[in-house]
């Protein structure tokens, strides 16, 4: 009877991780599994690394950039833009837009697994 209104923020993936996982009973990054996060390749296999983020993982004219060189031999892990002990970026920081195109998507859900991003895009 106190509740008037429910939200529901139905945002993508580093949205949601970045500026909501961190809240109290959220279930964000702190919470992901190794297998879990694992990327495959189109094969189904798990990856050794993640590639490097064509182009850079930030966007044209961010300072200071993050460039396709840091980018390479990530851990095939979760890591978050803003940890200290990774890229150090801001919330706010301006990064390559995902794809939304339905069926690569399709694809890089993987039935809800969402494992095949790295693969399919």
Do not use: C
Request: aromatic share 10%; glycine share 10%; charged share 20%.
């Amino acid at each position: 009877d106190k509740i008037d209104t429910v939200v529901v923020i139905f945002a993508e993936n580093r949205s949601f991780d970045n500026l909501y996982g961190g809240f109290p009973g959220a279930n964000g990054l702190a919470n992901v599994s190794p297998e879990q996060a694992r990327q495959l390749d189109r094969d189904g296999k798990p990856l050794s690394e993640l590639p490097p983020a064509w182009g850079g993982l930030t966007g044209k004219g961010v300072t200071p950039a993050v460039t396709e060189a840091q980018t390479a031999h990530l851990a095939n892990a979760t890591f978050a833009i803003d940890d200290p002990k990774s890229f150090n970026e801001g919330t706010n920081v301006i990064t390559h837009d995902l794809w939304h195109r339905f069926y690569q998507e399709q694809m890089q859900i993987d039935g809800g697994k969402n494992d095949k991003f790295v693969a399919w895009a």
